[in-house]
């Protein structure tokens, strides 16, 4: 299952590092990066020298927990499928860096790692965004994604 799609800058395991306690996930590259190690001992020493990383840090933890949070409410309580990929689907306009007016976004993942984020089979996903391209809900050209009625696919979601 995938739990999270992290971005440049993310910091993976924090609740791990804070709390001493083992990192529970794997991580795998879509593409080719660069992943700076920084240890348990160096990272906390840096914390208390600098009272405002504390905050930042703090700030970071409450995100990773909201997101953990919204997975979980997607899985757990969207009674369908459909409306799981539709939830995803708006994170996904939300999160990247877009015009607010467009909507449209790179869609970095296959129709595998979607079934993975949304407890679903791949041949799933890919007969639902046929469907909400069929219907108006998205555009779809090449990796790019256009949500053209964010209100339908909220609906949806909800």
């Known amino acids: 299952m995938i739990v999270k799609v ?9 609740s791990s590092v804070i709390s001493g306690s083992p ?17 348990q001992r ?8 600098h009272a405002e990383v504390g905050y930042t840090t703090a700030l970071t933890l409450a995100r990773e927990h909201r997101e953990v949070f919204q997975c ?13 990929i539709a939830q995803i689907l708006i994170h996904l306009a939300e999160s990247q ?34 469907k909400f391209e069929r219907s108006g809900f998205i555009s779809r050209d090449h990796a ?7 209100s339908l696919l909220q609906q949806l979601a909800d």
């Open 6 to 14: 992290a971005k440049r800058g993310d910091v993976l395991g924090l």
């Open 97 to 130: 860096v877009s015009l607010a007016s467009c909507r449209c976004f790179a869609m970095d993942l296959t129709h595998a790692e979607l079934a993975g984020m949304a407890g679903a089979s791949r041949e799933t996903v890919t007969r639902l965004l046929n």
């Open 144 to 150: 790019t994604i256009t949500i053209l009625q964010p």
């Open 23 to 39: 990192y529970e996930l794997s991580g795998e590259t879509l593409r080719a990066c660069t992943v700076k190690f920084i240890s």
């Open 72 to 84: 979980t409410r997607r899985l757990a309580l969207s009674k369908s499928i459909a409306g799981r």
């Open 42 to 49: 160096s990272f906390l020493g840096f914390l208390a020298a």
